[in-house]
């Protein structure tokens, strides 16, 4: 296999306009959830990152007819579709793809999943997603050993379900299911994300009856049928985020073209705090945001908080930021357990962090942090070293790249038209 990195040429201000792309998380859902309409879904707005490649390619493999060739955009036809044993390795190797746990019950009543690797009970558990599909009347089991999920019923039917936690995963994968069950289901203490509204929206295009999206309670009327649909994916909350940070973190002037700004008022809101402007508009054809920073930041808290609070896929990039900030900034991870695997890399280029306790950081503002060869531990925290390269003085090699690659469209070409001087390489 070619080992990649990026070679970054830190210091650079970044200057000019961004288009973002569809968006990874909406899109890892909605592309399972199209297989619910037995009929043919086409999808606008993807973005070409290995998370949606993948997908396709395990659709492929269950037997759905998938077209993906023509730019961002997917035809699904699911009329072909008879395997609900999705065991392959790409099936275990996505966390994601636990959504056809949803979306094969919800249409055939049955499936059988092979879950995300690791020990998916310890760390980040899917037991509200299993409570949820119980409720609705299916059996579940799991197969530790084999790490492997099995459901079926007889039907499903609607029913009252309070989450535990607030689970964007969970939320997602149960209204999937819930759209075809019979009867109502009331989902309460649900996510907000921006993509929960989006898969909603998706739901319903398809014929289903889903209403709440975006408050604490989603209203789920089955149907027995779903039909297919055109739908256009939403920008990307996450990359938007990066983007603004990015822009800020190397004292830039940025318009990020294709955005929705509300999604934004979280990561905007700290933005302004720690110095940056932050201007919303309308060019008449795109919302944008402009991120305008001229000063050393000064330093800031962040908490990590279920939407509308600071996005936790946006903690490793703003901490990146904030090791060059005038002051002490505490970083406070309320989502996930041992997500500050980007902090020893950053200390690396010389930042100065320690942790207060297991989840929160506290990080003292250096002038500026330096080049370094730098290791990638997942998606985010990838993202994270390209912020800390991007605003670093002098050269910066972020390896394990493939992190990066399954979440964020043409960041290199992204990248370098704002001026940064970054360079995939390649061994
Ligand atoms: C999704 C996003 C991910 C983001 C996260 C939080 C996708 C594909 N991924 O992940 O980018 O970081 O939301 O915004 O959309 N939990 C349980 N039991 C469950 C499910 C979750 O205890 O059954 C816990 C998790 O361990 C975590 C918290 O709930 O502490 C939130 O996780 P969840 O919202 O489910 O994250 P994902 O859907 O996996």
Redesign the pocket.
Known sequence: MQKEWYEIKGGKRLEGTVTISGAK?AS??IIPAAVLAGETCVLENLPHIQDVQSFKEILEELGVTVDYTDGDCMRIDSRTLKNTKALSEAVSSM??SYYLLGALLGRFHEVELALPGGCVIGA??????IKGMRALGAEVELDCEKNIVRAKAQKLVGAEIYFD??????TINVMLAASMAEGTTVLSNV?K?P?VVDVANFLNMMGATVKGAGTDVIRITGKPKLHGCGYAIIPDQIETGTFMIAAAATMGDVIIKNVIPTHMESVSAKLMESGARVIEGDDGRDFYLRVIMNERPRAINIKTL?YPGF???LQQPIMAYLCASNGVSAINET??ENRFNHVKELRRMGASISMKDSNTAKVKGIPSLRGADIYASDLRAGASLMVAGLAASGTTNVHNIHFIDRGYEFLESKLCALGAEVKRREK
């Open positions: 998380n890892v859902a966390r994601a980040r558990p899917i037991d509200q997603h936690v607030v689970s964007v995963g969970a996510a994300e993509h279920p996005p936790t896929d989502i996930f």
